[in-house]
T-cell receptor, first 113, second 112 residues
């Protein structure tokens, strides 16, 4: 069965650089969620999109932006990277209104040096 | 403030023993879910319990939900070394985008 695909798996950037993370949801899923998980921390909700429109926003820095495209894939853009942005970034997809467990991608590990 | 606080933060047991993890939350929920995460890897859905359910089983997993106390527990029976992982509860709040709010997780170590 198709899963949520994230790319890249690993990314190393220097401070003040820009990073773009990509998420390809399960086909026919209409909603994408982004989460950030720092070392030893729980996943924190960043932002979500429903049918290509932002549906909710969490603790996402102003330096970050995201969008969902016509093919439903989503990208998280992170600018002016800081050391504290080093984390695992997950996306998940689901069909809104249907009750079942979320499917998460394998994540992108971002290291800022 | 963060929902889904869990205890214990770490749990070490021997193979064959049972492991119990607890989770508390603060708002009204549609459902509560448990996820497993191997070190540095992705989150894997284990089990979901709806707000109108009190107990649910799946294989060696048993989940309870007490909405009056806003708490849940996950029991893993007859644990195996392969169960070693971090376990997170996550709540889906009523209304809104159906986003999940995660607790801080329990790190379970099962010793062979």
């Amino acid at each position: 069965a198709a899963g949520v695909i994230q790319s890249p798996r690993h990314l190393i950037k220097e401070k003040r650089e820009t990073a773009t993370l990509k998420c390809y949801p399960i086909p026919r899923h209409d909603t994408v969620y982004w989460y950030q998980q720092g070392p030893g921390q729980d996943p924190q909700f960043l932002i979500s999109f429903y049918e290509k429109m932002q549906s909710d926003k969490g603790s996402i820095p102003d330096r970050f932006s995201a969008q969902q495209f016509s093919d439903y894939h989503s990208e998280l853009n992170m600018s002016s990277l800081e050391l504290g942005d080093s984390a695992l970034y997950f996306c998940a997809s689901k069909v809104v209104g249907v009750t079942y467990g979320y499917t998460f991608g394998s994540g992108t590990r971002l290291t800022v040096v | 403030s963060q929902q889904g606080e869990e205890d214990p933060q770490a749990l070490s047991i021997q193979e064959g023993e049972n492991a119990t993890m607890n989770c508390s939350y603060k708002t009204s929920i549609n459902n509560l879910q448990w996820y497993r995460q191997n070190s540095g890897r992705g989150l894997v859905h284990l089990i979901l319990i709806r707000s109108n359910e009190r107990e649910k089983h799946s294989g060696r997993l048993r989940v309870t939900l007490d909405t009056s106390k806003k708490s849940s527990s996950l029991l893993i029976t007859a644990s195996r070394a392969a169960d070693t992982a971090s376990y997170f509860c996550a709540t889906e709040a009523q209304g809104g985008s159906e986003k999940l709010v995660f607790g801080k997780g329990t790190k379970l170590t099962v010793n062979p």
